[in-house]
């Protein structure tokens, strides 16, 4: 069978598959799935563009390491091909953990367990699977390589993936001060010391690509009402959870079954990975659609709210709201919606959005000159509004319904 194929990317143009290993993993159940995995959540209630899933964001990652293990190769980085193959099969595979609607499962049934612990168990079972071919990959994600830059294409302030998503979701959602160059910064990667560095002359591509990731974030990521959307499905699960376990019927499918009703998975052991790889975002929309018709009224009115877009109203201030503030809404509601004031928790929300797109001294980004001089970008930058970016935003909301 010819394992080497290409794929047509609406970024990059063709994506070839590099070699047999690859193409087998891209084949396997678990990366397959990433194509019913949404990148976005449920941003596409704000940009209808925005369907693309992480499946298409591990092959564009996959390109652009070639694209950067290339670079380097270039300027005499010595990179063996098993070297190379771990490298793009850590990128290709960094984002398998993800669940239903990317992150909004996190905080909904599998909460003790983030994306990139459950990504490397689904990498530690490929390994068994592929008889340790995947042993040094593993050995970069979790940056234990003696080669620190390595775990820095994957895992840094600067790196592979981030690179990618901003590119991607600026396309797929038309926002166009995400549309970095990526190009142009991979071409000025170098490494110093083992450590990736970029070039004195990517400075300003550098300075782009930070400023699009703070405007990405407030107008794309942090958009009130996917972050409306977001935290109404967590109410949906944490509902649907309740009711299971109080021993009311709650019709899903059987592997989502398996999540509700067994509270939340803080040992993640072979049988339940094999139970959430059989999860995606169709599991949920399915069973969403389905309680639109339940008997219990507060699942089927946040189901509608959800599936007819009908959001409550979200206001966001830079001042906390005050609790008694937060209490009379709760009590209108109660009185509105009659229901009792502690469901009123269901329809009433307050927390707190960050956004901070540069953060100093974890995982630099360093900039080298033709002296030898290493300095951090915000040092070496003459952008005046760059120091600022590294002090976390700050902002509240709450929603209640209109």
Not at 151 to 167: E, M, P, T
């Amino acid at each position: 069978m010819n394992k080497f194929k290409i794929f047509n990317d609406p970024i990059y143009g063709f994506i070839s598959i590099p070699n047999e290993i690859i193409f087998d993993i891209i084949e396997h159940p678990y990366f397959q799935r990433l194509r019913r995995i949404s990148q976005m959540g449920l941003s596409y209630y704000v940009y209808p563009g925005a369907h693309h899933t992480r499946f298409e964001h591990g092959l564009g990652a996959m390109y652009l390491m070639q694209k950067t293990i290339a670079v380097l190769k270039t300027k005499s980085v010595k990179i063996s091909e098993e070297e190379e193959i771990a490298l793009l099969i850590a990128i290709l595979l960094h984002d398998i953990g993800h669940g239903p609607f990317s992150h909004t499962l996190e905080h909904s049934i599998v909460t003790s367990n983030e994306h990139e612990k459950i990504s490397l168990l689904f990498m530690q079972a490929l390994n068994e699977e592929f008889d340790g071919a995947l042993t040094l990959a593993i050995e970069i994600f979790k940056g234990k390589y003696h080669r620190p830059f390595f775990n820095q294409l994957v895992a840094s302030q600067l790196d592979i993936d981030r690179l990618d998503y901003l590119k991607r979701d600026s396309f797929y959602t038309g926002v166009t001060e995400g549309n970095i160059n990526t190009e142009r910064i991979i071409s000025m990667f170098s490494i110093v010391d083992n450590n990736l560095v970029v070039e004195e002359k990517g400075i300003y591509s550098v300075e782009k690509f930070i400023v699009s990731r703070r405007l990405m974030y407030w107008q794309v990521y942090l958009h009130k009402t996917s972050l409306v959307a977001d935290y109404i499905l967590v109410k949906i699960l944490k509902r649907a959870k309740e009711l299971i376990q109080e021993g009311t019927e709650v019709g899903c499918s059987s592997a989502l079954y398996y999540f509700l009703a067994g509270g939340d998975i803080t040992n993640f052991d072979s049988h339940t990975l094999q139970r959430f790889s059989e999860i995606d975002d169709y599991d949920i929309i399915m069973a969403v659609k389905e309680w639109t018709q339940h008997r219990d009224n507060i699942l089927s009115a946040l189901s509608k709210a959800l599936i007819y877009r009908n959001f409550p109203k979200i206001r966001i201030q830079n001042e906390p709201f005050s609790a008694a503030e937060i209490a009379a809404i709760k009590k209108k509601t109660s009185k509105k919606l009659a229901v009792n004031n502690g469901f009123a928790d269901y329809f009433v929300h307050s927390g707190v959005i960050e956004n901070q797109a540069y953060t100093l001294n974890e995982n630099a980004i360093n900039i080298v000159y033709k002296s030898g001089k290493i300095q951090d970008i915000t040092d070496a930058s003459d952008h005046l509004n760059l120091m600022a970016l590294t002090k976390p935003v700050v902002k509240h909301f709450v929603y209640y319904p209109k």
